[in-house]
Every structure is written in C-alpha cells, then in structure tokens.
C-alpha cells in the first residue's frame, strides 16, 4: 500500500543548480499534482497532469518543468534552482477530474542556498 | 483574482466542544468543496467533499457545510478532542479540470 511516493525526501541545493523531483503512484489514477507549500501561503499549484501525455499549468508555474512519464509518474523539473524555490513540495494523485479527492506524498523538503 | 481565505491561522479550544472553522472564497465557483488534515511534517489527507448543490455533509464527528450564496464553507468537529489538533485546509475546485487551489490552512489545538 505505497500509494504516493515520492523522492528525494530532503535535498539542498546551490542557485543555479538543476535538479528532479520524482513522484509514483501506484493506485491507477488518471491526475497527478504537483504542489509547493511555504508557510502563511498554504499549497499552490505548480502544475497538474489531467491524464498520460498531458500537462498544464497551475498557480505558480515559472522556473518550473514537469513530465508525466507515464500512468504512474510525474516528476517535477528545477533547470536553475533559486532561493525563493525553497519550499515542500507535495505530490498528489486523483481518480477523477474536479470531483475527485487528492492523495497526498509525504513530501520532499527543497533549500536552495 | 481569486482568492479562499480561511478564518484564522490558528484557533485553540478546549476538549469535548465543538470546533468551527471558516473557509471563505472570492472570485471564484467551485463546484466542489473539499476540507484535509495535515498533521506536521506529513501530506495533508482528505476528509470530506462537499458540492455546490449540497447544502451539508456529515462524517462521524465531522460536518461541512457549503453556501455558494455567501461563498462560504463552514467546517464543525463536534466533541473534539486532543487527537483532532492538526492543520485544516479548505480546497476548491470547478468541476471539469484539475485546477485545485487549496487555502492557507487553521491550526487547530484542543486542549484536554
């Protein structure tokens, strides 16, 4: 009973470096969601994925790359990490459009220096 | 632009009454409702979902409800107790994409 998983759980960076954040799930769900949370501002959307093969932008898209690989994964691009990226970011899967409720990862803790 | 404001960053009571938490929208019609936990350091987790055509909704302990004329949901936990400290989230969405937008969240404590 994974559910969401998703890796790193914690990782520092330097500005300017790259780096991926990986998300899986194994409960057959259509939509994937990636989130940030800071403190004071709740969980903005970054982007979401309505199915395989499709990606669309969230609330707080820029400095942000995301691919959904396959049913399963969704990961979330950093090409030029900066300061104010750090963040927890949280990914979340859905059975269904709108209606459906969220399945959260535990999430994976970003600093960039 | 939009804009789902929850009533306080923080609301404290004591064990065995019952807790309200507000989640206020603008600019926005959700067709759906939804209110999560999250407890520290952990994802948050879904507790119920409520529609724009539902007046209330009830789980065990819990109550939601939802009044698209005042653009408000209200969230109850009756005889709470110390376990149901936590961070609340309201989250919206319209009903045919994923655009969910969630607010900022009240810290609940219940003291015993």
């Given amino acids: 009973n994974a559910g969401v998983t998703q890796t790193p759980k914690f990782q520092v960076l330097k500005t300017g470096q790259s780096m991926t954040l990986q998300c899986a799930q194994d409960m057959n769900h259509n939509s994937m969601y990636w989130y940030r949370q800071d403190p004071g501002m709740g969980l903005r959307l970054i982007y979401y994925s309505a199915s395989e093969g499709t990606t669309d932008k969230g609330e707080v898209p820029n400095g942000y790359n995301v691919s959904r690989l396959n049913k399963r994964e969704f990961s979330l691009r950093l090409e030029s990490a900066a300061p104010s990226q750090t963040s927890v970011y949280f990914c979340a899967s859905s059975p269904r459009r709108g209606s459906g409720e969220l399945f959260f990862g535990e999430g994976s803790r970003l600093t960039v220096l | ?112």
Wanted: hydrophobic content about 30%.
């Fill in chain 2, 1 to 112: 632009s939009q804009k789902i404001e929850q009533n306080s960053e923080a609301l404290n009571i004591q064990e065995g009454k019952t807790a309200t938490l507000t989640c206020n929208y603008t600019n926005y019609s959700p067709a759906y409702l939804q209110w999560y936990r999250q407890d520290p350091g952990r994802g948050p987790v879904f507790l119920l979902l409520i529609r724009e055509n539902e007046k209330e909704k009830r789980k065990e302990r819990l109550k939601v409800t939802f009044d698209t004329t005042l653009k408000q949901s209200l969230f109850h936990i009756t005889a709470s107790q110390p376990a149901d400290s936590a961070t609340y989230l309201c989250a919206l969405s319209p009903s045919n994409n994923n655009d969910m937008r969630f607010g900022a969240g009240t810290r609940l404590t219940v003291k015993p």
